[in-house]
């Protein structure tokens, strides 16, 4: 039962949740079972941390049913029930929040041709409507339901006249579905560039060409994705990017943080494309930074109220990469809290272990890599890395050789690391065995094989040892 769907479905409800759930339970529309009722306060009891030995179904049964012999089969019953009720409960919330339900309801008076109470309804859902300030993909579905319930209350009037209803029901149908299309395609280009797919973007191209025609596009989001749009398909044209940084701030009381959260990282990638390609680097890196910086303190990136691992990484290596090291040192500091608990003190240790290290304070850096559990395995990679340059610096042969022995196996044998990973790393731990062993007639070769290697992680580093021997 510990590790039932009920449970794991239940590890996921906020505390508001927990209450409303029980209300929702409680009330004989939606179930008629009272000792649903009963297992599921057991249940919240018990919660959040749902121990095997207090979820043991022959301790809940006789709970629940003091005076009756054990059944397997009637708790198995009650497990399903609350399951199906939880999954109904949680669509009835998605439906309550996204204002969903006041459209089925308009929708129900307008076919019982009930003018008098559809009428008074209708204007107050469009008051709600316009209220509603967070431009969402819901907002723009929304307001197209409304206006074709709308186009469906005049026809039933047959009026000749419907104040152009037709028109803004079709000019809504439009918003949503350019919006809705424009960021499918956008998500589409940017698999392109990450994995070896091809996808039929022609008719966005047809949506891309009529809207860049325009001379003003009235929703300010739709802008957004359409100038992302340009920035993908043309990556060249730094204008596009320009025009998105100022895009961006003008509209971004309007956007929810879901959509802010994507919208920031396709400015970011951009960014981190650029990085490695343009010659303006460091004005790119500053970009990049300010953009991770703008999604942390409004708390847009966070997930689930947490700030994500790979968003700090990424901040501390564009901090190191500026030599902003006072700076990042105090950002390390600072945010490693706002790390889920799981991973704060890997992130705290690995990245003041690097800090050292770029300083060159190889002790120190030896000592923090000491105190990281390894949590997860880009860790272990970034660790593993790490000591084998410090190994070099020293000038420590024997540890190298015997850590490169036991990294490239761990990195051949762990089935958690994508065979691109594997390459990218095999392949530095290969040429770097290559330097310690060569005499200085073959660095040249060496040199040739680290800028022609594809998949290649610390590329610069290699090549400075290179000119160095």
């Not at 000491?370 to 340059?389: E, H, I, N, Q």
């Not at 022995?405 to 731990?429: D, G, P, Q, V």
Request: include cysteine; hydrophobic fraction near 35%.
């Amino acid at each position: 039962m510990h590790e039932s769907k009920l449970i794991e479905l239940l590890k996921t409800f906020q505390k508001g949740e927990w209450r409303r759930f029980k209300e929702f339970l409680q009330s004989p529309y939606f179930n008629k079972r009272e000792d649903l009722v009963a297992f599921y306060s057991y249940l919240m009891t018990i919660a959040p941390e749902f121990s095997a030995k207090k979820l043991r179904k022959e301790l809940i049964y006789q709970k629940l049913y003091p005076k009756q012999p054990f059944q397997d089969k009637q708790i198995r019953y009650l497990m399903n029930y609350t399951l199906r009720a939880a999954e109904q409960f949680l669509g009835q919330e998605k439906m309550e929040r996204l204002g969903a339900r006041e459209n089925y309801t308009l929708e129900a008076l307008v076919d019982r041709k009930l003018e008098k109470h559809a009428k008074r309804y209708f204007e107050g859902s469009t008051l709600l409507h316009h209220k509603t300030h967070l431009k969402s993909s819901e907002y723009y579905y929304s307001k197209y339901k409304l206006s074709d319930i709308a186009t469906t209350y005049f026809s039933n009037q047959d009026l000749r006249k419907d104040g152009g209803q037709l028109a803004i029901t079709s000019s809504n149908l439009d918003h949503f579905y350019w919006f809705k299309k424009l960021k499918y395609s956008c998500g589409m280009l940017n698999r392109q560039q990450l994995f070896s797919v091809e996808y039929d973007l022609r008719f966005a191209k047809i949506i891309y060409d009529y809207l860049n025609a325009q001379d003003q596009i009235a929703e300010p989001i739709i802008s957004i994705y359409l100038q992302i749009f340009k920035m993908l398909i043309h990556p060249e044209q730094e204008e596009h990017f320009e025009r998105l940084r100022k895009l961006i701030p003008r509209s971004s009381e309007e956007i929810p943080n879901i959509e802010k959260q994507e919208i920031y990282h396709y400015a970011i990638n951009y960014c981190g494309s650029q990085i490695k390609y343009n010659n303006r680097k460091e004005y790119y890196a500053n970009e990049c930074l300010n953009l991770y910086l703008e999604g942390i303190e409004q708390e847009f990136l966070f997930v689930d109220g947490f700030l994500s691992p790979w968003d700090f990484k990424n901040v501390v290596k564009l901090g190191f990469n500026l030599k902003r090291y006072d700076w990042t040192e105090q950002f390390i500091q600072d945010y490693h809290r706002k790390l889920a608990l799981e991973f704060q003190k890997d992130a705290l240790n690995y990245n003041l272990a690097d800090l050292a290290y770029r300083k060159g304070n190889y002790g120190e850096a030896q000592y923090h890599l000491l105190l990281v559990a390894y949590s997860d395995v880009f860790y272990t990679l970034g660790a593993k890395t790490m000591l084998l340059k410090i190994y070099y610096e020293n000038e420590e042969i024997e540890p190298l050789f015997s850590l490169i022995a036991s990294f490239s196996i761990f990195i051949r044998r762990n089935k958690e690391i994508s065979e691109n990973f594997k390459e990218t790393y095999l392949n530095f731990t290969t040429i770097l065995h290559q330097i310690v062993r060569a005499n200085r007639k073959k660095i040249p070769t060496i040199i040739e094989k680290i800028n022609t290697t594809e998949t290649l992680t610390n590329r610069s580093w290699l090549l400075k040892i290179c000119q160095e021997i």
